[in-house]
Nanobody
């Protein structure tokens, strides 16, 4: 099982980015998929989750700015990030769990410059 994140980059304050999380050997729609992020020197922070049934939840720091969605045909989960702030900078990871085993991607760097 392999998860691959993409879509990160350098963006100015107030800008937008869309991250993608694709998977091989696992159907993302059958499992919850969670986005996390980690800034240098900080612990990994939970950002958003989409459950297999479609329920979505967000961390307080991103509510109203980020949106998680899923394209079942593409087996991809997205994280649309708007109104980006410098504190959104970090490496973003997606994770899913199958049979009590967590699978992580390698991460994609997001840098928000002021």
């Amino acid at each position: 099982v392999q998860l691959v994140e993409s879509g990160g980059g350098l963006v100015q304050v107030g800008g937008s980015l869309t991250l993608s999380c694709t998977a091989s050997e696992i159907v993302l729609s059958t499992n919850a998929v969670t986005w996390y992020r980690q800034a240098p020197g900080n612990q990994r922070e939970w950002v958003a989750v989409i459950a297999s049934g479609g329920v979505r939840m967000y961390g307080d720091s991103v509510k109203g700015r980020f949106s998680i969605s899923r394209d079942n045909d593409k087996n991809t989960v997205y994280l649309q990030m708007n109104s980006l702030k410098p504190e959104d900078t970090g490496i973003y990871y997606c994770k899913t769990t199958r049979r009590n085993v967590d699978y992580w991607g390698q991460g994609t760097q997001v840098t928000v410059s002021s």
